[in-house]
């Protein structure tokens, strides 16, 4: 595991040993290096701040020397990406990375006349890639002013379909993981590993004299093991997803106190009134597992002189005055690395690295993964490759503190703010389907495509309501070491991951509305009088970005589906050719079907 440091540049070396690998020889390259350096990269230390840069400035700088190292080598290859050489390696890499947008991506090919030809003949060797390389060919195909590229795209998308199904058919069919049944003490339980930051704070808070501390991030993060640590043995009052409370350490602390069982008062509220007032009140009360802060006025009193600290979901639509917010999100890769080896210590540091990467420091994921590759013959790599590529079924037996499945608990908090935000939750659905760091400027183009007269007002209210419920990470959560992450949408990859298959019903709406942005735009370019020199207004740049975006974003959910169909039955089957004829329409030019609608309806289970 290479150790971050920084030159006498002010470079760090993990940035170094990227530019390394990138001119190590292309026919050599292994996409796994790329993922492992993913990590490495994704995680710099605050020793880049040491020397005046921010994160966001050292990872740009990172992204973009790669990418120029891994174009300079391909071209210079005698005959350039050619099928023998299969250096479209390094663009998948690059794209995995994130090295550039997607128009960057599809450059690689630019100075080639025969590049995506060659390209596409490696595809169907090589099921691994499938979806990486649709991407660049969707890319082209969308924004190529190549005559040649567009005209040929009728007979590369289809043939490329073809090779897609096959491949991941033959290779899911004899390579499927199903866990095993774990026992809620074997991997359920999240064990504590220390929090530094989230630790000094909430000690700054009790030392001014905070009464009322909330931890409160999505499910899964470690809010109950963290506030656990830190009050030692509080009384406890744990609400169960009924909203149901489980008061008996309350009871007990009572009569501790002197004031026997017949003498308690039985609403919650009148016991922590007495519990927490007077002398020999406890230094800490927990309330653990609540949906909202809102539900707080109805439990704690107003006078204090112990402190009261509550674990949530959400933030709520009206907190009392006094609550302090502590934001508990994923553990930063030093903290999951101890978690994992806490967990298993047989892991090696390349098995570490596998679950840093593919769980990006998700405390409940990181802790079952590591347990369950304790108790099993399997690799590391390949369970954090099947979880994560089919993470509605596998992720179903990692549970929270209560017993419930993450998925679940993830499904009844995005109910909830349906409920509450149509618009707010219209805003999660693209977020989630165009990618997990979307850029707000094509969601809110996306949301536009149906709302033209949205506000900009009416979309931010959408966005803090999604933060409120840690669903997303906004650019106020970065402050100003971020400036590039202020027109993100940010949400955790596997929470992204996990949330994908809930949102296939609209499917159809995204793309019907990535139609309504493209073919705009395109009329527009008709109906000029020189259409080869047409200049698009800024508005007109970021929705046909968005469009593009939406839309390949739409053959790349195909592959993820291609792969499924083997295992899901007849009903992804219908699914799958509802993506299938949706993209393959938009790309072709063709209409949206008319009974959009019922394509809608479909569902994978």
């Given at each position: 595991m290479a150790t971050a440091s920084i030159d006498a540049d002010g470079r760090d070396s993990r940035v170094v040993a990227l530019e390394k690998l990138a001119l190590k020889g292309l026919t050599r390259i292994r996409l796994e290096e790329f993922e492992v350096l993913l990590g490495l990269v994704g995680d710099l230390s605050q020793e880049a701040r040491s020397v005046g840069k921010s994160k966001a400035d050292?990872?740009?700088?990172?992204?973009?020397?790669v990418a120029a190292q891994a174009r300079k080598a391909a071209l210079a290859l005698p005959g350039g990406l050619t099928r023998k050489s299969e250096t479209c390696q390094i663009a998948a890499a690059c794209e995995l990375l994130g090295l550039g947008e997607?128009?960057?991506?599809?450059q690689i090919f630019g100075e080639n006349e025969n590049a995506l030809s060659n390209f596409l003949e490696v595809v169907g060797t090589k099921p691994e890639y499938e979806g990486r390389k649709l991407r660049a060919v969707c890319w082209v195909r969308l924004t190529s002013d190549r005559t040649t590229e567009r005209n040929a795209w009728r007979h590369w998308y289809p043939a490329l379909l073809k090779?897609?199904?096959?491949?991941?058919?033959?290779?899911?069919?004899?390579?499927?993981?199903?866990?095993s049944q774990e026992t809620p003490d074997a991997v359920g339980h999240l064990g504590y590993v220390r929090r530094e930051g989230e630790e000094a704070k909430f000690r700054r808070l009790v030392d001014k004299g905070a009464k009322l501390i909330v931890f409160?991030?999505?499910p899964g993060m470690g809010k109950t093991s963290l506030a656990t640590a830190l009050t030692g043995a509080a009384p406890l009052v744990f609400f169960d997803s009924h909203g149901e409370t489980q008061q008996d350490e309350i009871i007990t602390a009572l009569q501790d106190r002197g004031i026997a069982l017949k003498d308690q008062p039985a609403d919650l509220r009148s016991q922590l009134a007495l519990l927490t007032h007077g002398v020999g009140a406890p230094p800490f009360v927990l309330l653990d597992n609540l949906e909202n802060a809102d539900v707080l006025r109805q439990y704690v009193p107003r006078r204090l002189d112990s402190v009261v600290v509550a674990t949530c979901r959400a933030k709520g639509v009206a907190p009392p005055d006094r609550c302090t917010f502590i934001r508990i999100d994923k553990m930063r890769a030093d903290e999951a690395r101890k978690l994992a080896l806490s967990r298993n210590p047989s892991l090696s540091a390349d098995d570490v690295t596998q679950i840093l990467v593919a769980f990006m420091g998700y405390p409940l994921a990181t802790n079952y993964v590591s347990a369950f590759i304790a108790r099993t013959h399997l690799s590391a790599a390949e369970v954090c490759r099947d979880i994560t590529s089919d993470p509605l079924e596998n992720?179903?037996?990692?549970?929270t503190v209560e017993g419930r499945p993450l998925l679940a608990a993830l499904r009844h908090v995005v109910q909830q703010v349906n409920a509450i935000d149509k618009l707010a939750y219209r805003m999660l659905v693209l977020s989630v389907y165009m990618g997990y760091m979307a850029r707000r400027g094509r969601v809110a183009a996306m949301v536009r495509a149906s709302e033209p007269t949205l506000s900009d007002t009416r979309i931010m209210q959408g966005l803090l309501l999604l933060a409120d419920y840690s669903l997303v990470t906004l650019a106020q959560d970065f402050g100003r070491d971020y400036p590039d992450l202020g027109e993100r949408i940010l949400i955790h990859p596997f929470t992204a991951a996990l949330l994908r298959d809930e949102f296939i019903p609209e499917m159809p709406r995204i793309v019907a509305d990535a139609q309504v942005l493209y073919g705009r735009i395109m009329q527009r370019v008709k109906g000029s009088p020189d259409p080869s020199n047409f200049k698009r207004t800024r508005q007109e740049e970021i929705d046909f970005d968005a469009a593009c975006s939406a839309i390949v974003e739409a053959a790349h959910w195909t592959i993820d589906f291609a792969s499924a169909e083997a295992n899901a039955g007849p009903p992804n089957e219908d699914v799958h050719k509802m993506l299938l004829r949706l993209t393959l329409?938009?790309?072709l030019g063709e209409p949206i079907p008319p009974n959009l609608t019922d394509l809608g309806t479909a569902s994978r289970r």
């Amino acid at each position: 595991m290479a150790t971050a440091s920084i030159d006498a540049d002010g470079r760090d070396s993990r940035v170094v040993a990227l530019e390394k690998l990138a001119l190590k020889g292309l026919t050599r390259i292994r996409l796994e290096e790329f993922e492992v350096l993913l990590g490495l990269v994704g995680d710099l230390s605050q020793e880049a701040r040491s020397v005046g840069k921010s994160k966001a400035d050292v990872l740009h700088e990172a992204f973009e020397s790669v990418a120029a190292q891994a174009r300079k080598a391909a071209l210079a290859l005698p005959g350039g990406l050619t099928r023998k050489s299969e250096t479209c390696q390094i663009a998948a890499a690059c794209e995995l990375l994130g090295l550039g947008e997607d128009r960057q991506f599809s450059q690689i090919f630019g100075e080639n006349e025969n590049a995506l030809s060659n390209f596409l003949e490696v595809v169907g060797t090589k099921p691994e890639y499938e979806g990486r390389k649709l991407r660049a060919v969707c890319w082209v195909r969308l924004t190529s002013d190549r005559t040649t590229e567009r005209n040929a795209w009728r007979h590369w998308y289809p043939a490329l379909l073809k090779a897609v199904q096959v491949n991941l058919r033959a290779s899911r069919a004899t390579d499927i993981f199903v866990p095993s049944q774990e026992t809620p003490d074997a991997v359920g339980h999240l064990g504590y590993v220390r929090r530094e930051g989230e630790e000094a704070k909430f000690r700054r808070l009790v030392d001014k004299g905070a009464k009322l501390i909330v931890f409160w991030g999505q499910p899964g993060m470690g809010k109950t093991s963290l506030a656990t640590a830190l009050t030692g043995a509080a009384p406890l009052v744990f609400f169960d997803s009924h909203g149901e409370t489980q008061q008996d350490e309350i009871i007990t602390a009572l009569q501790d106190r002197g004031i026997a069982l017949k003498d308690q008062p039985a609403d919650l509220r009148s016991q922590l009134a007495l519990l927490t007032h007077g002398v020999g009140a406890p230094p800490f009360v927990l309330l653990d597992n609540l949906e909202n802060a809102d539900v707080l006025r109805q439990y704690v009193p107003r006078r204090l002189d112990s402190v009261v600290v509550a674990t949530c979901r959400a933030k709520g639509v009206a907190p009392p005055d006094r609550c302090t917010f502590i934001r508990i999100d994923k553990m930063r890769a030093d903290e999951a690395r101890k978690l994992a080896l806490s967990r298993n210590p047989s892991l090696s540091a390349d098995d570490v690295t596998q679950i840093l990467v593919a769980f990006m420091g998700y405390p409940l994921a990181t802790n079952y993964v590591s347990a369950f590759i304790a108790r099993t013959h399997l690799s590391a790599a390949e369970v954090c490759r099947d979880i994560t590529s089919d993470p509605l079924e596998n992720a179903s037996k990692i549970t929270t503190v209560e017993g419930r499945p993450l998925l679940a608990a993830l499904r009844h908090v995005v109910q909830q703010v349906n409920a509450i935000d149509k618009l707010a939750y219209r805003m999660l659905v693209l977020s989630v389907y165009m990618g997990y760091m979307a850029r707000r400027g094509r969601v809110a183009a996306m949301v536009r495509a149906s709302e033209p007269t949205l506000s900009d007002t009416r979309i931010m209210q959408g966005l803090l309501l999604l933060a409120d419920y840690s669903l997303v990470t906004l650019a106020q959560d970065f402050g100003r070491d971020y400036p590039d992450l202020g027109e993100r949408i940010l949400i955790h990859p596997f929470t992204a991951a996990l949330l994908r298959d809930e949102f296939i019903p609209e499917m159809p709406r995204i793309v019907a509305d990535a139609q309504v942005l493209y073919g705009r735009i395109m009329q527009r370019v008709k109906g000029s009088p020189d259409p080869s020199n047409f200049k698009r207004t800024r508005q007109e740049e970021i929705d046909f970005d968005a469009a593009c975006s939406a839309i390949v974003e739409a053959a790349h959910w195909t592959i993820d589906f291609a792969s499924a169909e083997a295992n899901a039955g007849p009903p992804n089957e219908d699914v799958h050719k509802m993506l299938l004829r949706l993209t393959l329409g938009v790309l072709l030019g063709e209409p949206i079907p008319p009974n959009l609608t019922d394509l809608g309806t479909a569902s994978r289970r």
